[in-house]
Nanobody, 123 residues
Framework: QVQLVESGGGLVQAGGSLRLSCAASGRTFSSYAMGWFRQAPGKEREFVAGISQSFSNTDYLDLVKGRFLISRDNAHNTVYLQMNNLKPEDTAVYYC????????????????WGQGTQVTVSS
């Protein structure tokens, strides 16, 4: 089973960009579909973006389409979330997650989670 560590969060002004990284340990990273989720204070965790094992499929929350881009580098066991034109409503703790079955939007389909990284967007 993989273990996940996120990095790249921080404080940014509205309109700015951040790139989140999620480094996975283990030799089976390529067999996992990967997702990014976020959770703001007082809100439920929500799906942000996902990418399939084979790179062929990606999916995005409507609110981030055209602003966020998910990608993966299987040679370096890393998944990325490039976030552009950030808005204050994007403020949340961002988590990466992995599952061996496929690309899903529901958190309960993912059985491996990172510890999260805080993203704060000031207005």
């Amino acid at each position: 089973q993989v273990q996940l560590v996120e990095s790249g969060g921080g404080l940014v002004q509205a309109g700015g960009s951040l790139r989140l990284s999620c480094a996975a340990s283990g030799r089976t990273f390529s067999s996992y579909a990967m997702g990014w989720f976020r959770q703001a204070p007082g809100k439920e965790r929500e799906f942000v973006a996902g990418i399939s094992q084979s790179f062929s499929n990606t999916d995005y929350l409507d609110l981030v389409k055209g602003r966020f881009l998910i990608s993966r580098d299987n040679a370096h066991n890393t998944v990325y979330l490039q976030m552009n034109n950030l808005k204050p409503e994007d403020t949340a703790v961002y988590y990466c997650a992995a599952n061996p079955w496929g690309l899903y939007r529901t958190a309960d389909k993912y059985d491996v989670w990172g510890q999260g990284t805080q993203v704060t967007v000031s207005s």
